[in-house]
């Protein structure tokens, strides 16, 4: 089989077809130079032709993004089959560029999320919710090779947030005797109560108190709980009001 050749404007020389790049321009959809005399071209003219295209981009800003929304669903099959290409290498790059620009790339993600907080939520959310199975085996697997770190930002996040460590701490013990939970926002009682012991008027050492004890039949319910202080609670324990008052 005789391959069908074409004269290379550049060099003379007869050369076979797919020796040359396409181009839309001309008649025969190939370039009039064959693929070695534009590399050799490029090669030896690369700062010539960098700064000529960088002032055409600057003379054209649209261009890009006109292409961009006619060609779309080529582009994106055409770097889809080059990331396939390319898995291992792209690889590599993407974590040599992380490496060396950590501090743009999280400056980067802080400007977008601030300026998009409620569509950077929405995102995460979704993806959650669509992958928590995933998500759930991926945070098992680093808290068991990450025993230390774990327990450290567990008790970082306890000191944060004292309100809702205890909350949980209800949660379970109400889970263990079978009570009934209520879905509310533990805040709501603090807000509710003014942050005043119920009891006694205390405001220092505040917490929750179940007004008719878990192990009594009590739930875990916005109008069976209440503030206390920690001496209130601790004397009232697993006693109900009735019971407590009678003692006090």
């Known amino acids: ?13 007869l050369i076979p077809l797919n020796k040359f790049g396409k181009s839309r ?57 080059q990331r396939e290409k390319n898995t291992d290498k ?18 980067s993600k802080k400007e977008y999320y601030d300026s998009h907080r409620e569509q950077a939520a929405a995102k995460c959310k979704q993806y959650y919710e669509n992958n928590r199975d995933k998500r759930a085996a991926y945070n098992k697997l680093w808290r068991d090779e990450n025993p230390r770190k774990n327990a450290a930002i567990k008790k970082r996040w306890a000191q944060s947030h004292p309100e809702k460590c205890a909350d949980y701490k209800h949660i379970r013990r109400a889970r263990k005797v079978a009570a009934t939970i209520e879905d509310f926002d533990i805040r709501e009682i ?35 709980l209440c503030i206390a202080c920690k001496s209130c609670n601790s004397s009232k324990g697993a006693k109900t009001l009735a019971e407590w008052q009678k003692e006090t």
Do not use: F
């Open 25 to 81: 321009s001309n008649k025969d959809g190939l370039q009039y130079w064959c693929k070695a005399c534009r590399a050799t071209y490029r090669q030896a003219n690369s700062k010539k032709l960098a700064a000529y295209y960088r002032q055409w981009r600057e003379e054209n800003p649209d261009y890009t993004k006109r292409y961009n929304n006619a060609h779309r669903e080529e582009i994106a099959a055409y770097n889809k089959l």
């Open 190 to 224: 603090w807000e509710r109560d003014d942050e005043v012991c119920t009891y006694c008027g205390a405001t220092e050492n505040l917490s929750i108190d179940h007004i008719v004890p878990l192990s009594g039949g009590g739930a875990h319910s916005p109008d069976n």
């Open 1 to 13: 089989m005789v391959l069908a050749k074409k004269r290379c404007s550049k060099c003379g020389e």
């Open 90 to 107: 792209i690889a590599v790059y993407n974590k040599q560029y992380r490496a060396e620009n950590a501090e743009k790339i999280a400056a």
